[in-house]
């Protein structure tokens, strides 16, 4: 089992910036990848970014050149950094843990860019 806790969201105005974290516990050892999806209402959740236990990285092409994933393992701590934010980056933010057998989710973090 797997626990996944993420905070971090809230509102920000657009050109603002956020940082998410994902804190897991549990059999952490068996996770090899962490991913954070997005979803908004009607639309199926995408994945955003994700990060090997080797540190390999990939984004969605929306997101390339303004989030950044990262992961702190003495934190057992994944966050997703995010500037230049547009209004369409609005969404409830997932964390997802990858292991052997069925994956691991977040409760999910708000992140609304308005003004």
């Known amino acids: 089992q797997v626990q996944l806790v993420e905070s971090g969201g809230g509102l920000v105005q657009p050109g603002g910036s956020l940082r998410l974290s994902c804190v897991a516990s549990?059999?952490?050892?068996?996770?090899?990848?962490m991913g954070w999806f997005r979803q908004t209402p009607g639309k199926q959740r995408e994945l955003v970014a994700s990060i090997t236990n080797g540190g390999m990285t990939t984004y969605a092409d929306s997101v390339k050149g303004r989030f950044t994933i990262s992961r702190d393992n003495a934190k057992n701590t994944v966050y997703l950094q995010m500037n230049s934010l547009k209004p369409e980056d609005t969404a409830v933010y997932y964390c997802?843990?990858?292991?052997?057998?069925?994956?691991?989710w977040g409760q999910g973090t708000q992140v609304t860019v308005s003004s």
């Open positions: 549990g059999s952490i050892f068996n996770i090899y990848v």
């Open positions: 997802k843990a990858v292991v052997p057998g069925p994956d691991y």
